[in-house]
């Protein structure tokens, strides 16, 4: 039979797989399911006053009847994903599916996140209960960078002068590369220009007594 260190222990590890804050992950089950009592008994599970619960995460399985599942809870989910009710023998597998439900519908079908105070208070007391049971490790960091605060965005002055300096590089390569361009096609079209002009400049001059000579002598 698993312990609920043993069960701890997966969930803290487990909940990256799946995007899940591990804080948050084992703080919710911490005030569910996962106490001696619930672990421990016969049915893996739990009554309430609304029904029967099972495991860590309190699948509600819809009826006071423990082997009985009825449509509607998370119980019945996982039965109809897993072909199985929960048990103790699939205690991995409820939390899996849970993280997974965590990852894609939020923490809205777990009581204790409301009843805790929401969220950030749920985290923090899993926080809280992870270091207790010495949970370290990949865990731990998801959990660091998920409750560190973001960067402060750059004031707008700041922004203001970056992008004018950016305005400025971009204007200066700009006439930069039009310069260029223009000394090229000058450069090219030069040697054309002195091959026409070349033979004017430098044709010889005809006097006019060579000429009438040509013709008179």
Same mark, same amino acid.
């Given at each position: 039979?698993?312990? &609920?260190?043993?069960?701890?222990?997966? %969930?803290?590890?487990?909940?990256?797989?799946?995007?899940? @804050? #591990? +804080?948050?992950?084992?703080? %919710?089950?911490?005030?569910?399911?996962?106490?001696? @009592?619930?672990?421990?008994?016969?049915?893996?599970? @739990? !009554? $309430?006053?609304?029904?029967?619960?099972?495991?860590?995460?309190? *699948?509600? +399985? =819809? +009826?006071? $009847?423990?082997?009985? %599942?009825?449509?509607?809870?998370?119980?019945?989910?996982?039965?109809?994903?897993?072909?199985?009710? #929960?048990?103790?023998? @699939?205690? !991995?597998?409820?939390? $899996?599916?849970?993280?997974?439900?965590?990852?894609?519908?939020?923490?809205? #079908?777990?009581?204790?996140?409301?009843?805790?105070?929401?969220?950030?208070?749920?985290?923090?007391?899993?926080?809280?209960?992870?270091?207790? *049971?010495?949970?370290?490790?990949?865990?731990?960091?998801?959990?660091? +960078?998920?409750?560190?605060?973001?960067?402060?965005?750059?004031?707008?002055?700041?922004?203001?002068?970056?992008? =004018?300096?950016? $305005?400025q590089y971009?204007?200066?390569?700009?006439?930069?590369?039009?310069i260029s361009? =223009?000394?090229?096609?000058?450069?090219?079209?030069?040697?054309?220009?002195?091959?026409?002009?070349? #033979? &004017?400049?430098?044709?010889?001059? &005809?006097?006019?007594?060579?000429?009438?000579?040509?013709?008179?002598?």
């Amino acid at each position: 039979m698993a312990s &609920v260190e043993e069960i701890a222990d997966y %969930i803290w590890r487990r909940s990256s797989n799946y995007g899940v @804050n #591990p +804080s948050m992950a084992l703080g %919710i089950a911490r005030y569910e399911g996962l106490n001696p @009592n619930t672990i421990g008994s016969s049915t893996f599970g @739990n !009554r $309430d006053a609304r029904g029967y619960s099972f495991g860590p995460f309190q *699948l509600y +399985s =819809g +009826s006071s $009847d423990p082997t009985k %599942i009825a449509p509607g809870g998370m119980a019945y989910e996982f039965q109809q994903k897993f072909g199985q009710a #929960p048990s103790r023998d @699939n205690w !991995r597998q409820q939390v $899996d599916f849970s993280l997974e439900t965590i990852a894609n519908r939020g923490t809205s #079908p777990w009581h204790a996140v409301r009843d805790r105070g929401g969220v950030g208070r749920i985290t923090e007391l899993g926080a809280q209960y992870a270091k207790s *049971l010495g949970l370290t490790g990949e865990g731990g960091m998801l959990a660091e +960078s998920a409750e560190r605060p973001a960067a402060p965005a750059p004031a707008s002055s700041e922004a203001s002068s970056a992008k =004018g300096e950016l $305005d400025q590089y971009r204007e200066k390569q700009f006439f930069n590369n039009l310069i260029s361009s =223009g000394l090229s096609m000058m450069a090219a079209q030069q040697p054309r220009q002195m091959q026409m002009l070349q #033979p &004017v400049m430098n044709r010889p001059r &005809v006097r006019r007594e060579d000429f009438l000579g040509g013709l008179l002598g």
